[in-house]
Structure formats: C-alpha cells, structure tokens
C-alpha cells in the first residue's frame, strides 16, 4: 500500500489527468501497448485529457506543438529511452555524447547529395520489383499481400543502398531467412515489456538464457545480421570487385578517418541497424499512400492524371518505367499525398520517450522534475485541429497545397521522423523510394482493393496493418506521342 501511495503522489502528478490504474503502475501501459491499439488509446486520452496525460507513475504524455520543441529540441540534452537498456546503435544508445560521435562520423552519407548519388541502386530495385509484380501478381490478377510485397521491396532497396546487394525478398519472393517474421517477432516482445523493463531480465536476460547464450545454445543473432557479416566479409577482404557507390563505401570511408572510434564492431551495427529500422517504416509508409488512394478515387485519379499529363507535356520522363528523383519533385500532388499519408498515418505509433535531466525543465509553463519519462507521440501531434483544421481524421491531400505560412505551421508539428539531434538519419532514403516507386507503380499498374473495409491496424512500436490485399492488372501501354494525340 505504501508503494502504491507513493506511485500515486509521486513528485506531486497526482494533478495530472490520466487512466486511473496508470496513477500506481506501468502496467497500464503495458496493456495499452500489448493490446496493439496504444495510437487509439493515446488519442482518445488527449482528446478527453487536453495537453498532458499521465501514462505511469513516472511518465507523462505531451500534445502541445510546444513540447516538440521543449523536448526534441537541437540545443536540448534529454536522454533517450530504449526499451529498459543500453543499445550501443545510432538508433537505440542513451549515450548523448557517444549518438552525437557516431552521427557526425555517418552523417555525410546519408546527406541528400550523397542519397542521390545512390539512385541507381534504387533503379536496379524498382526495375525488378516492378518486373516480378507483372509476372506474380498482375498477369494472372492473383491477390497480392500488398504490405509483405512492400516490406520485401523496401527490405531490397536498404540493402541494395548499403551493400550493393539485396537479400533477395523481391526475386525469390520469399521472407529470406525468416528475417521479416524475426523483425516482427522482436516487436512484438520489445514494445510490450519496454513499458516495464524489468519483466525484460525475467524473461529473456535471465542467468540461464544468457548462459545458454554464451555456450552457443542459442543463437540470438538474426538473418540480417548473418546477411551484413558476410557482406562486410568480402569488402574488407577484396573479393568484392564491384565498383560501387553504396552506404558501405561511406561507412569505410569515415572508419578510415576515425578508426578507433568507428571499428569494425561499430559498423556492422551500424550497417545492420539501417536494414532493421529502414524496411518496416517505408514500407508502411507506402501502403499508406496506396491504401488513402483506393479509398478516394477522386485523389486516385487526380494524381494518376497529374502523372500522366506531366509524362505528355514532357514535364518528365517515363524512361524504361522509372520515374527519377529529380522529376518527380516536379510533382506538387505527389507530394501532397505522401504528406498528408504521414500526417494520417505516420508509422511510429508509440512514443517517442525521454528522460528529463536532473536539474529539471519547463515543458508547456510546467516544472517537470529530473527524471521524468515525457514525450509525444506522431499520431496525437498529427491530429490537432488548432494546426491541420477540424477535418483530422479525413485524408485530404489538398491540406497540402496552401500557402507558405500554413504550410510552415503544419510542417513545425510534423513529427513522422522523429524530431531535434534525434530525428532519423534515414529520412531522405525513405523520401528516395516513395517519389521513385509511387509514380512509377501507377504508371503501370491499376490496383484495386479486395475489401471496402478499413484496415485493422495494430501497435507494436510501428503501426503496421494486420492485412493489405489488392488484385493488380497492367495498364494498357501507349507512346507519350500517342497520348499527347489522343488527349487533343
């Protein structure tokens, strides 16, 4: 009872509104995040809370644009949380210090000048992406599992921009090595129990599983990282000829600047890290946009015409069936669409958590003491009516295609990639794959959804649709000369 008085007065957040089980323990959010609906509940808590919701006895939900910049802040030192432990990653390490290191020595590989240059990669992807489509699926109108489909295409693609190697998932159509069903296993455990990160060193670090581990009588590593070694293997030892801008070239690059700091340990999980992290949010990210499409066939058709008209004018180019990076910024619905899909659907659906410094700090006019878990969340921040306007919860691409100020106002809130010293390095690879495949999949395919039904979504840190399928067929090919004859 004592703990539990103490849990419910602690540092005086008794004042804050919140689920009342959440007052004395986590284990309301463990619930809230294991049921798989934490982005709904999380929403419905701000909407019925306002500003700041209490979620634990120590942790505390923002939706103030206000927060983004009180916490994500470039100038601000707020720790990151990483699921109850240190991960040594660019993505997971709570070292400030050591994230700042290690992301100044990558940083020039993953700058919009250098993503470009790893286009062609992406090229090679698309091409046979699109190739395979046509032979599976469209030839024979065979219903396509549309977000695996997606997932092995984005899985290719950040292997392809790193090694200069896909897995293999899009020619063998296959989950190579069970490496998409791990991923999903692993988020499943982690989301759940970071919420109460003791229960992690019960289950899983436990003395015997860790020894088990040790005498190799378990092998915790997974498909990807056998996939980087062997990668890695035969670039340090020269058997790997090819000649090729990739973020392995970079990364080697930058080790022989920094070669005590970066080692050899440090870039493979580094290169191991971008495969894990890069296929499941761009792959969401792009069924997103097809899935808002199906279910508006005015936006459907408006951005197919926009496509079309820019290719008959000669805007753009349509060369061998890929639209390039540089055409396709010359596509302002595009872009429309893939924003406001963020904005709808951004694929992190838990929160961004950090731990506020000893000393405390102001967030939104009030003291917050050290050692506080606060943060926001996309799906909340996406949705205020003061910013975006009443019409939240409808995709309306047009939200995109205002003028100056209201476009600065919504893209300050936009929180899709995280936010400050933080926000993901990979960003500009995941815009690289959505400009190029989205036209370019709608040039050549018409897609048609098997259910009017919206999609069930469910939680485990990423917002990932239980089910996606679509029947796809060809379009009927002309010359742009044609077009432009027939459009006269």
């Given at each position: 009872?004592?703990?539990l008085?103490?849990?419910?007065?602690?540092k005086?957040?008794?004042?804050?509104?919140?689920?009342?089980l959440?007052?004395?323990?986590?284990?309301?959010?463990f619930?809230?995040?294991?049921?798989g609906?934490?982005?709904?509940?999380?929403?419905?808590?701000?909407?019925?809370?306002?500003?700041?919701?209490?979620?634990?006895?120590?942790?505390?939900?923002?939706?103030?644009?206000d927060a983004?910049?009180?916490?994500?802040?470039?100038?601000?030192?707020?720790?990151?949380?990483s699921?109850?432990?240190?991960?040594?990653?660019?993505?997971?390490?709570?070292?400030?210090?050591?994230?700042m290191?290690?992301?100044?020595?990558?940083?020039?590989a993953?700058?919009?000048?250098?993503?470009v240059?790893?286009?062609?990669?992406?090229n090679?992807?698309?091409?046979i992406?699109?190739?395979?489509?046509?032979?599976?699926?469209a030839?024979?109108?065979?219903?396509?599992?549309?977000?695996?489909?997606?997932q092995?295409?984005?899985?290719?693609?950040?292997?392809?921009?790193?090694?200069?190697?896909?897995?293999?998932?899009?020619?063998?159509y296959?989950?190579?090595?069970?490496?998409?069903?791990?991923?999903?296993?692993?988020?499943?455990?982690?989301a759940?129990?970071?919420?109460?990160?003791?229960?992690?060193?019960l289950?899983?670090?436990?003395?015997?599983?860790?020894a088990?581990?040790?005498?190799g009588?378990?092998?915790?590593?997974?498909?990807?990282?056998?996939?980087?070694?062997?990668r890695?293997?035969?670039?340090?030892s020269g058997?790997?000829?090819?000649?090729?801008?990739?973020?392995?070239?970079?990364?080697?690059?930058?080790?022989?600047?920094?070669?005590?700091?970066f080692d050899?340990?440090?870039?493979?999980?580094?290169?191991?890290?971008?495969?894990?992290?890069?296929?499941?949010t761009?792959?969401?990210?792009?069924?997103g946009?097809?899935?808002?499409?199906?279910?508006?066939?005015?936006?459907?058709?408006?951005l197919n015409?926009?496509?079309?008209?820019?290719?008959i004018?000669?805007?753009?180019?349509d060369?061998?069936?890929?639209?390039?990076?540089?055409d396709?910024?010359?596509l302002?619905?595009?872009?429309?669409?893939?924003?406001?899909?963020?904005r709808?659907?951004?694929?992190i659906?838990?929160?961004?958590?950090?731990?506020?410094?000893?000393?405390?700090?102001?967030?939104?006019?009030?003291?917050i003491?050290g050692?506080?878990?606060?943060?926001?969340?996309?799906?909340?921040m996406?949705r205020?009516?003061?910013?975006f306007?009443?019409?939240i919860?409808?995709w309306?691409p047009?939200?995109?295609?205002?003028n100056?100020?209201?476009?600065?106002?919504?893209?300050?809130v936009?929180?899709q990639?995280?936010?400050?010293?933080?926000?993901?390095?990979?960003?500009?690879?995941?815009?690289?794959e959505?400009?190029?495949?989205?036209?370019s999949?709608?040039?050549?395919?018409?897609?048609?959804?098997?259910?009017?039904?919206?999609?069930?979504?469910?939680?485990?840190?990423?917002?990932?649709?239980?089910?996606?399928?679509?029947?796809?067929?060809?379009?009927?090919?002309?010359?742009?000369?044609?077009?432009?004859?027939n459009?006269?």
């Amino acid at each position: 009872m004592a703990t539990l008085a103490r849990n419910y007065f602690n540092k005086g957040f008794n004042k804050y509104p919140g689920p009342f089980l959440a007052r004395f323990t986590d284990a309301w959010r463990f619930e809230s995040v294991r049921s798989g609906k934490s982005h709904l509940n999380l929403q419905a808590l701000h909407e019925r809370h306002g500003d700041i919701v209490r979620l634990g006895p120590n942790s505390l939900s923002f939706s103030n644009p206000d927060a983004l910049k009180a916490i994500y802040g470039l100038n601000n030192r707020l720790t990151k949380i990483s699921k109850g432990y240190v991960l040594q990653s660019l993505f997971g390490t709570q070292d400030q210090d050591y994230h700042m290191k290690l992301r100044r020595t990558v940083s020039n590989a993953f700058s919009m000048t250098s993503i470009v240059q790893y286009e062609p990669r992406v090229n090679d992807t698309v091409r046979i992406f699109l190739q395979r489509t046509e032979e599976l699926f469209a030839k024979s109108e065979k219903r396509c599992n549309f977000i695996h489909w997606l997932q092995y295409f984005a899985f290719d693609v950040i292997t392809e921009i790193t090694y200069s190697r896909r897995v293999g998932f899009v020619d063998r159509y296959e989950d190579v090595d069970g490496i998409i069903a791990w991923l999903d296993k692993i988020f499943d455990y982690q989301a759940p129990v970071g919420q109460m990160p003791w229960l992690d060193k019960l289950f899983v670090k436990n003395p015997i599983r860790t020894a088990l581990s040790k005498y190799g009588y378990i092998d915790n590593s997974s498909g990807t990282a056998r996939f980087s070694r062997a990668r890695m293997a035969e670039r340090l030892s020269g058997t790997y000829k090819k000649d090729s801008m990739d973020l392995l070239t970079m990364f080697l690059k930058a080790q022989k600047e920094n070669p005590d700091f970066f080692d050899d340990g440090r870039l493979l999980t580094m290169t191991t890290s971008i495969a894990l992290a890069g296929s499941d949010t761009t792959a969401i990210s792009l069924a997103g946009v097809f899935y808002f499409l199906l279910r508006n066939p005015r936006c459907y058709q408006k951005l197919n015409q926009e496509i079309d008209d820019a290719i008959i004018t000669g805007l753009i180019s349509d060369a061998e069936g890929i639209i390039t990076w540089s055409d396709a910024q010359k596509l302002p619905y595009l872009h429309a669409c893939i924003q406001e899909t963020f904005r709808m659907h951004p694929a992190i659906g838990m929160i961004l958590e950090r731990l506020v410094p000893p000393q405390g700090m102001e967030i939104c006019d009030q003291f917050i003491p050290g050692g506080t878990v606060v943060g926001c969340n996309p799906w909340v921040m996406h949705r205020r009516r003061d910013v975006f306007g009443e019409d939240i919860d409808t995709w309306r691409p047009e939200r995109w295609l205002v003028n100056a100020a209201d476009l600065r106002k919504m893209n300050e809130v936009m929180f899709q990639f995280g936010g400050g010293s933080r926000t993901c390095l990979g960003k500009h690879i995941a815009y690289l794959e959505m400009y190029k495949l989205i036209p370019s999949f709608l040039r050549r395919f018409q897609i048609k959804a098997c259910s009017d039904e919206e999609w069930d979504l469910h939680t485990k840190w990423f917002v990932k649709p239980r089910e996606f399928d679509v029947v796809l067929t060809v379009k009927k090919s002309t010359s742009s000369k044609e077009r432009l004859q027939n459009s006269q």
